[in-house]
């Protein structure tokens, strides 16, 4: 057992949510193939905005190696750490059946992966094919270790949509040019925010807008008249973004790994843990367009709000060309954001229906707030902190898995409430006062196949922010969102119970809230666990 890594989390969002007794089984797998891959966790010297430092990386790729795989397949990642750093790798969206403990979390479903060993990830793909990813799941190493995991179809299956002539996968992130963990140990150590990254990036490279970047530019080729399938993937750990291609509208066909109606548009938002499949038309002038991609942030809160470009470049036109910008949403339009959001629905066809409980067995309703506790050593003498229910998350020393599998009393405790001990205007004037939060190792127990509606609400405690959410083990439907508080009375009736977007990673609107709907049909234990810089402050 590692012991390097804090016992809790100053910063963290986040809840456990403990579904009927966890099952040991390997599903086994009848018709997929076997995939193999070796995941060699190094520190490589790489150099960007002018500065060069070491990262920590999978093998000395930044973004590291797409795992490919069908519908059906068993999949094997040895994972070997030759880092300073223990590691350990989330699959992130893939729903892991009754295989809790290949999920990845470090300290929920296991011990971290210290440095000089190694540990194999074994699951299979069931149910599931498009677009996921793959990042470190321990402290903010996930700013570099991450990568995409593209699913094709069953062999003969087609795609519900026209089949592109090519593909390529677009990782959207983040670059700091000091050391991440560096970052994140200043900001607890003083109690306060980490700072901002330094530059967002495509496929690890900021782009020719950054000095020091001509050379770090990705360029996709592509030729006229032909159709491509872009995998887009948000792997900022901070930030929702815009992303949009100069001259060229997208088909979004799929989010997070599920097929959804078509619609055009000009933009697109993605909220960090999502991934966004578009259709793209190689049909424009042949030349030379910037794909961009910036923040979204309506609140008044500071954001790295610089453009990260890459190329595409149509065949046969010289490099020479200046490439045309795409006008992007202004970093804080609301507007395009909502009504973006409010295309998106599922597909809901015979092949692929979408099941939503219709009925509610168990209703969850979590405030998400942001709270000062006492701290002797922080700059202002105290430290912010996170909260659901008011209840900050306490990282246990030993995984929360394992402590259920063989019964250590102690660890945790099943009494995470189902609902704010004390209700109040959550989205009216900003609470300033009072804002300390409870400590503890608190799960929610869910009973086996129930239907459960998660209500996630936005509160004003120091001040209203969006929030995205990531549900491990799950999708979920997004079935209402709404700004101010949420009413159990009238929101409801609102509610898309028919076709709506079906998800393993969601953002509560600024002010506002977010209610989804899933059936707890995994046994395990798995993380509710927000994306943003309070929840990686320290322990994504």
Request: glycine fraction near 8%; aromatic fraction near 10%.
């Given at each position: ?275 966004t499949n578009v259709l793209v038309q190689a049909n424009q002038s042949p030349g030379r ?252």
């Amino acid at each position: 057992m590692a012991t390097s890594f804090p016992s809790h989390c100053s910063l963290v969002k986040i809840v456990l949510i403990c579904i009927g007794a966890f099952v040991s089984v390997l599903i086994p797998t009848s018709e997929g193939a076997v995939k193999k891959y070796q995941f060699d966790v190094v520190v490589k010297n790489v150099r960007r905005l002018c500065h060069a430092k070491p990262i920590v990386t999978v093998n000395g790729m930044y973004p590291g190696p797409t795992v490919y795989a069908r519908e059906g397949d068993r999949v094997i990642i040895n994972v070997t750490n030759h880092a300073q750093y223990n590691m350990s790798i989330h699959w992130h969206g893939l729903k892991q059946l009754r295989n809790g403990w290949a999920d990845g979390p470090a300290y929920i479903t296991q011990c971290p992966i210290q440095s000089g060993n190694s540990y194999t990830y074994d699951f299979n793909i069931t149910g599931q094919r498009g677009t996921l990813w793959w990042h470190a799941h321990i402290l903010w190493l996930r700013a570099t270790v991450h990568g995409a995991i593209v699913i094709m179809p069953q062999v003969g299956v087609p795609y519900p949509f026209p089949q592109p002539d090519s593909e390529a996968e677009l990782v959207l992130g983040e670059w700091w040019n000091a050391d991440v963990e560096t970052i994140e140990n200043q900001g607890n150590t003083l109690g306060l925010p980490p700072n901002m990254s330094d530059a967002h990036t495509i496929n690890g490279k900021p782009g020719p807008l950054f000095p020091c970047s001509d050379k770090h530019t990705y360029a996709l080729e592509v030729e006229w008249g032909k159709a491509y399938l872009l995998r887009i993937i948000n792997a900022a750990l901070n930030d929702e973004l815009f992303f949009a291609i100069a001259g060229h509208s997208m088909t979004v066909v799929e989010i997070d790994a599920v097929y959804c109606k078509p619609f055009t548009t000009e933009a697109l938002l993605i909220t960090p843990g999502q991934t966004t499949n578009v259709l793209v038309q190689a049909n424009q002038s042949p030349g030379r367009y910037f794909m961009a991609t910036r923040p979204f942030m309506d609140a008044p809160v500071l954001v790295d709000n610089k453009t990260a470009t890459a190329i595409l470049q149509y065949k046969g036109v010289p490099t020479t060309v200046l490439p045309l910008l795409p006008k992007l949403p202004a970093p804080n339009d609301t507007a395009f954001a909502d009504s973006y959001l409010d295309k998106l629905r599922s597909l809901n066809t015979a092949q692929f229906p979408a099941n939503v409980p219709l009925t509610v067995d168990r209703h969850l309703f979590y405030t998400i707030g942001l709270g000062a506790n006492p701290c002797a050593t922080c700059l202002n003498g105290t430290r912010l902190t996170a909260s659901l229910n008011n209840i900050t998350f306490m990282m246990p020393k030993i995984g929360l898995l394992q402590a259920h599998y063989f019964n250590t009393k102690g660890v945790f405790r099943l009494d995470f409430p189902d609902k704010p001990v004390t209700p109040f205007n959550y989205t009216g004037a900003p609470l300033t006062a009072n804002l300390g939060t409870s400590m503890g190792t608190r799960l929610s127990k869910v009973a086996f196949n129930s239907t459960v509606e998660l209500v996630l609400q936005d509160t004003n405690l120091l001040t209203v922010e969006s929030h995205p959410f990531h549900l491990h083990g799950y999708n979920f439907f997004v079935v209402g969102t709404g700004i101010g508080n949420f009413d159990p009375a009238k929101d409801p009736a609102k509610y898309n119970l028919v076709d709506p977007p079906e998800r393993n990673t969601v953002g509560v609107p600024t002010g506002g809230w977010t209610a989804i709907r899933f059936r707890a049909d995994n046994p395990g234990k798995y993380l509710l666990i927000m994306y943003a810089w309070m929840i990686n402050y320290k322990f994504n």
